[in-house]
C-alpha cells in the first residue's frame, strides 16, 4: 500500500510542476508574473540613468580638463612673452590657438584681462522732479594694456516699489578714449534703479523722483479788502498762499515754511495743509511780524517719493498801521546802493508839514526830511539808505509806526575762466576757483561756498572764504567723489546788512 500511495503523490506534483516549466514565456495575466516583469523594466531604466549620469560627468571633467589645459596655455604663453625678443616674435600655431584674440565685447571676452574692467555710474542728480531729464555717466577702467575706449556700455534700468518689475534697456553708451562715457536715458515717473555691467562687475544708482509743486502768494487787493482797507496796529492779518502739487496723489500734506531776511535763510514751518484731489492746496496764516521774508512750501511724499519744495516767494506782510498817520516803503529789501521811497497818509491832515526820522543800529531816531502832504493828505519822501535803516513819520496831531527797510549786499560772481559755470565738468581731485566781489563789504568778511542737500531742501557750507581790502573774495575748492554738485555763494549777514546769495549753479564730477 505505502509504495502504490507514495508512487500516486509522485505523479500528481509532476502534473502540476510541468504546465509551468513548460512554458517559456510568462502569462500576461498572471500577477506574480507582471510583477516580474515591471521590476525588470525599473531596474533597466535605473541602469540607463546611472549611464546617462556618467556620461555627463565625463563630460565635464572633459571641459575642465580642456579650460585647465587653455589657462595653462596661456600661462606659459604669457610667460615665454616675458622673454621673447620684441624684434623676433614667435608666431607658432600653438601659442597663436593658446592666445585667442580678444572679442569685440568685453562682457564676453575670454580673456581673463578684460574680464577684470570695472565700470562706474552716477546720476548727475539723485533727485529729480517729474518729468525732468537725467544724466548717466562714468567710466570704464581696466588693467593695464588693456584699452578701454571705443567699447559698448549697455545700462539696464528698473522702477522700484511694490510690483516692480525687472530690468529693462535704457540704453546704450560708446566709451571715449578714457573710458569714460556718458548717456541720457527717455525721462521716467518713478523712482528707478539703473545698472551697468561690465563683464562679472555690475555698479548701480538710484535716481528718486519728486513732484512739482507750485506757490503763490495772496494779492494786495485781496489783502487790503479783508483787512478793512489797512491793517492797523496790533492785528495780525492772515494770508492765504495757494498752490499746487503734481502729479496728484504724489503728496498729501504740504507745510509752510518762512525766513526772515534778518536771519537768513533759516527756514521754520509756520503752518500746514492738505492737497486735494485734484492737487490744489491753500494754507492760511496769520504773521505776527511785518518786513520781508521768504515763503516756501514743502510737499511731503512718503517714504518711496523724495520731499519737494517750491521755489521761494519774497513777501512783505502788510505793515501795522496807525489810521492816523499810515507809513510804507516801495521796496523791502533793497539792493545796497538804490532808493526807496516812502509814502503815506495824514488823515485830515491836508497841505500840512510831515517830518521823516531814521535811526541805525546804536543811534536813536534823528530828523532827516521834510515834505508837506497834498489835499487828500499824501506824502512822498525818497531815501537811499545805506544799511539797514528804521523810519518813522510824524506830523503836528500823531506818528506812525516804525518801518523797518532792509539792505542787503550786492554779490557779483566773476566770469573767470576757472570759475564754475553751470553745467561744468570736472575731475575728482581737481580744484577750483570761485572769485567775485562784495559791496560793500569789510577786509576779512567771511564768504561760503555751499552745496545743495541731496533732498533740495537746504544747503550746508564745503569751503569758506574771505573778502580783501578791494571787496574781492576767492574761495578754493577740491572736489572729491563723483556726482553731480549744486551749488551758490552765500555772504552771511554783518549786522548792517542782509544775507546775499548768488544763483545756484551745478558742477559734475566725474572719477
Known amino acids: 500500500m505505502w509504495p502504490a500511495s507514495l508512487l500516486c503523490a509522485a505523479l500528481v506534483i509532476l502534473g502540476l510542476i510541468l504546465p509551468i516549466t513548460a512554458s517559456a514565456s510568462p502569462d500576461p495575466l498572471d500577477p506574480i508574473a507582471g510583477n516580474a516583469t515591471g521590476a525588470e523594466e525599473r531596474a533597466n531604466r535605473a541602469e540607463e540613468r546611472a549611464t ?31 622673454h621673447e625678443q620684441p624684434a623676433q ?29 570695472h565700470v562706474s555710474i552716477q546720476a548727475s542728480s539723485r533727485r529729480i522732479t517729474v518729468s ?15 584699452s578701454a575706449a571705443d567699447r559698448e556700455v549697455a545700462v539696464d534700468q528698473r522702477p522700484l516699489g511694490g510690483g516692480a518689475s525687472g530690468f529693462t534697456v535704457a540704453g546704450t553708451a560708446t566709451t571715449e578714449a578714457d573710458g569714460s562715457y556718458k548717456l541720457t536715458p527717455p525721462t521716467f515717473d518713478t523712482n528707478t534703479m539703473f545698472r551697468v555691467r561690465e ?5 548701480r544708482t538710484v535716481v528718486k523722483i519728486a513732484p512739482v509743486v507750485t ?28 498752490g499746487t502739487v503734481s502729479p496728484t496723489g504724489m503728496g498729501k500734506r504740504v507745510a509752510l515754511q518762512i525766513s526772515y531776511a534778518a536771519n537768513g535763510e533759516r527756514w521754520h514751518t509756520v503752518a ?35 520731499a519737494a519744495v517750491s521755489e521761494a516767494l519774497f513777501y512783505a506782510p502788510p505793515q501795522p498801521q496807525n489810521p492816523q498817520l499810515t507809513i510804507q516803503t516801495s521796496a523791502n ?8 521811497t516812502i509814502t503815506g497818509v495824514a488823515a485830515g491832515a491836508a497841505s500840512q508839514p510831515v517830518t521823516l526820522l531814521v535811526h541805525t543800529e546804536g543811534s536813536a531816531f534823528a530828523v532827516v526830511a521834510t515834505a508837506t502832504t497834498d489835499e487828500a493828505g499824501n506824502y512822498t519822501f525818497t531815501q537811499a539808505p545805506l544799511q539797514n535803516t528804521s523810519y518813522r513819520v510824524t506830523d503836528a496831531a500823531t506818528s506812525s509806526t516804525v518801518a523797518f527797510e532792509a539792505v542787503k549786499s550786492v554779490l557779483v560772481a566773476d566770469a573767470a575762466p576757472d570759475t564754475a559755470l553751470s553745467g561744468q565738468t570736472v575731475q575728482s581731485g581737481q580744484q577750483l576757483t570761485f572769485s567775485g566781489t562784495l559791496t560793500p563789504a569789510h577786509a576779512g568778511q567771511v564768504v561760503y561756498l555751499e ?55 551745478t558742477v559734475t564730477v566725474t572719477h
Open 52 to 82: 546617462r549620469a556618467r556620461e555627463r560627468r565625463a563630460v565635464h571633467a572633459e571641459r575642465q580638463a580642456a579650460r585647465a589645459e587653455e589657462r595653462a596655455a596661456r600661462r606659459n604663453a604669457r610667460r615665454g612673452a616675458k
Open 132 to 146: 525732468e531729464a537725467v544724466t548717466l555717466f562714468g567710466k570704464l577702467t581696466c588693467p593695464t594694456g588693456v
Open 272 to 306: 500746514f495743509g492738505r492737497v486735494a484731489a485734484d492737487g490744489s492746496y491753500s494754507i492760511t496764516h496769520g504773521f505776527r511780524i511785518s518786513g520781508e521774508m521768504s515763503v516756501r512750501t514743502i510737499a511731503h511724499t512718503g517714504k518711496q517719493n523724495v
Open 333 to 340: 529789501p533793497i539792493p545796497y546802493g538804490q532808493s526807496v
Open 215 to 242: 506757490l503763490s502768494g495772496p494779492t494786495p487787493a485781496v489783502e487790503a479788502s479783508r483787512a478793512g482797507g489797512r491793517a492797523r496796529y496790533g492785528q495780525r492779518l492772515k494770508s492765504t498762499f495757494s
Open 199 to 203: 563683464g562679472v562687475h555690475r555698479a
Open 451 to 505: 552745496r545743495e542737500y541731496a533732498n533740495g531742501l537746504g544747503h550746508h557750507v564745503v569751503e569758506v572764504g574771505s573778502v580783501n581790502a578791494t571787496s574781492g573774495y576767492t574761495i578754493v575748492h577740491t572736489f572729491n567723489g563723483a556726482g553731480a554738485n549744486v551749488l551758490r555763494i552765500r555772504a552771511p549777514s554783518d549786522g548792517e546788512h542782509q544775507v546775499s546769495t548768488s544763483a545756484p549753479f
Open 89 to 117: 616674435p614667435d608666431t607658432s600655431s600653438s601659442e597663436t590657438a593658446a592666445s585667442p584674440p580678444p572679442s569685440e565685447s568685453g562682457a564676453h571676452s575670454t580673456d581673463r584681462s578684460v574680464r577684470r574692467c
